[in-house]
């Protein structure tokens, strides 16, 4: 039985459609099953089919690989992810990939497994160590283009929005770093235009048995996304328009989706609001993401979820910066009280609601590493798209708040 035919999903008149933007999108329920069709468009014969522990098993995987061998694919399997990928993750995959004579990367699950076949993708022709792509000035121009795999992404959650990413967010294993710096598993964005997948399937039914944590902890993170990026100072209103109508999607399928895993309209909604925040953040993230990527690493906390803690305290911090846009967002989205305020207690309200922690020591993070914590915060990517500039001073001020559970005083620009 396929995804598409479980008992748990109500019927719905959500439409199948497919979408050009930011690249090829089929969009629908039932859409997974032209998996087959879908790698022949890529001219894939010999797909690597990479997916997480957690999914190797479930009957929806069993299904789309078993479509795939009906059609006369040359499948090879790969499932060595880990929640947040790994350096070695990506080597073990490439030598599957490889050995294989793979031509194209069929990536299934969520983030970690998506950043994980990308990356395996873009490592096939390189010479070069991954570290060497950290999305850092120009260094994606170092990659050998010609042999990089076609990629179909088919995701299971709805948060990172990796199926419509140019990058992914790689952990670095001990010694991997150029510097040495890497023993803790330090997280590097690794970026290029050849990462984006040429074909994205979004089939709702196949995030139905997602779990209420899970599906809270993955929209929070597709919140953050949209949410940084309508905030970022950077000029570009493409981004800002789909970033702000991401955030009215999620504010109305977030909860129902939270309360009924079946509901496939509301799925879809949140697949769809995924994938814009992924585009919109083309214009920047900030501070949650800054804070959230080291504490990932040295904490193996979720990604999403440590957004999640993080974004009342943001907001609060970044207020002198953003709040008339703020303003004008609670409005759009329908709010009772359209101010600053208003948007920061529908916030609070949401997280409540959905079971989200209040401070950082709930989610395991403890306060001895505060230091290498702010270290590599200032030197993420993310860091310099923040409303407000980001300092030592400031960070440490964030981080305590964080861990009190106070909302600490608007940073002065």
């Known amino acids: 039985m396929s995804a598409a035919d479980s008992s748990s999903a109500r019927a719905t008149d959500l439409p199948s459609m497919t979408f050009s933007y930011p690249t090829t999108i089929r969009f629908g329920v039932g859409q997974s099953q032209g998996i087959a069709k879908s ?41 060595e992810v880990a929640p947040n990928p790994l350096a070695s993750n990506v080597a073990a995959g490439l030598a599957v990939c490889r050995a294989g004579d793979c031509d194209g990367v069929i990536a299934l699950g969520g983030g970690s497994a998506l950043d994980c076949a990308k990356t395996i993708a873009f490592m096939r022709p390189q010479t070069r160590p991954l570290a060497d792509f950290e ?99 950077l000029f570009h209103p493409l981004g800002d328009g789909i970033a702000v109508e991401g955030i009215r999607l999620i504010k109305d399928a977030l909860p129902r989706v939270y309360a009924d895993g079946g509901d496939l309209e509301a799925r879809g909604q949140m697949l769809i609001a995924a994938s814009m925040g992924a585009t919109a953040f083309q214009k920047g993230l900030g501070a949650i993401h800054a804070l959230s990527h080291p504490i990932g690493s040295l904490y193996r906390t979720h990604h999403g979820r440590t957004n999640a803690v993080f974004m009342p305290y943001v907001l609060a911090f970044n207020r002198t910066a953003i709040e008339p846009k703020i303003a004008r ?24 609601a959905l079971g989200i922690e209040h401070r950082l020591g709930d989610l395991g993070v403890g306060e001895d590493r505060v230091d290498r914590i702010v270290e590599l915060a200032l030197s993420d990517p993310t860091a310099p798209t923040n409303p407000v500039e980001l300092t030592d001073a400031n960070l440490r001020d964030l981080l305590r708040a964080a861990f009190d559970g106070r909302l600490p005083e608007a940073a002065t620009l």
């Open 39 to 79: 790698c022949e468009s890529l001219g894939i014969q010999r797909p690597l089919f990479v997916t997480d522990p957690g999914l190797k098993d479930l009957p929806m995987t069993e299904a789309l690989l078993g479509l795939l061998t009906e059609a006369g694919l040359e499948v090879m399997l790969f499932t």
């Open 135 to 233: 999305d850092v000035g120009s260094n994606w121009k170092r990659a050998t283009t010609e042999g990089i795999l076609p990629i179909l992404a088919i995701p299971t959650t709805a948060g990172t929005g990796s199926e419509v990413g140019r990058a992914a967010v790689i952990a670095l294993d001990v010694g991997e770093g150029p510097d040495g710096r890497a023993a803790d598993g330090t997280k590097k964005v690794v970026f290029h235009p050849l990462m984006l997948p040429s074909l994205v399937i979004e089939d709702p039914a196949l995030t139905v048995g997602l779990p209420p944590a899970l599906t809270a902890a993955t929209g929070f993170d597709a919140l953050a996304h949209c949410l940084e990026a309508y905030c970022s100072p």
């Open 329 to 352: 967002l609670a409005a759009y989205i329908g709010l009772e009280r359209q101010d600053f305020g208003g948007f920061c207690d529908w916030i609070s309200g949401l997280r409540d």
